[in-house]
C-alpha cells in the first residue's frame, strides 16, 4: 500500500500562493492516479486537480489557470502550487491516490470534482485559510 502525508499548508490573504507537497512513502509501484482534494465544513470532499495514468492533468473548473498539480516521479511526491488563492478555496486539503489500472477512466467519467470514490489512499489532510 502507500502512505501519503501532506504538508505546506498555512494563512495566507487573498492573492497570495501556497505550494502543498504530498510525499509517498510507502510507494510500491502500483500507483495509477493521485489528485489533490478539499473539504471546506459542512460541504462535500471535492476534487480539485488529478494526474491521471497517463500523465494527463486534470482541472476542476474553479482553480484552472490558479493551480497547478505537478509530480516528482523519482522522489514519488506530488505537489499543487495554488496562486491567486481566494477565500473560497479555505478548506483541509487531501491528497489521494489509487492503484486502481482504470482510476483514469473512472476519474474522465465523474469528473474529478466527483472522483473520492475512485481513491482508496488517502493523506490526513492540511488546512489552508485565506482571509480577504
Known amino acids: 500500500q502507500v502512505d501519503l502525508a501532506e504538508s505546506g499548508g498555512g494563512s495566507v490573504q487573498a492573492g497570495g500562493s501556497l505550494r502543498l507537497s504530498c510525499a509517498n512513502s510507502g510507494y510500491r509501484g502500483s500507483t495509477y492516479c493521485m489528485a489533490w482534494f478539499r473539504q471546506a465544513p459542512g460541504k462535500e470532499r471535492e476534487g480539485v486537480a488529478a494526474i491521471v495514468t497517463d500523465g494527463r492533468l486534470i482541472y476542476t473548473d474553479s482553480v484552472k489557470g490558479r493551480f497547478t498539480i505537478s509530480q516528482d516521479s523519482t522522489k514519488h511526491t506530488l505537489y499543487l502550487q495554488m496562486n491567486s488563492l481566494k477565500p473560497a478555496d479555505t478548506a483541509m486539503y487531501y491528497c489521494?491516490?489509487?492503484?486502481?489500472?482504470?482510476?483514469?477512466?473512472?476519474?474522465?467519467?465523474?469528473?474529478?470534482?466527483?472522483?473520492?470514490?475512485?481513491?482508496?489512499?488517502w493523506g490526513q489532510g492540511t488546512q489552508v485559510t485565506v482571509s480577504s
Open positions: 489521494a491516490a489509487s492503484g486502481f489500472p482504470g482510476c483514469s477512466e473512472t476519474i474522465e467519467n465523474l469528473g474529478v470534482a466527483y472522483s473520492v470514490r475512485g481513491f482508496e489512499y
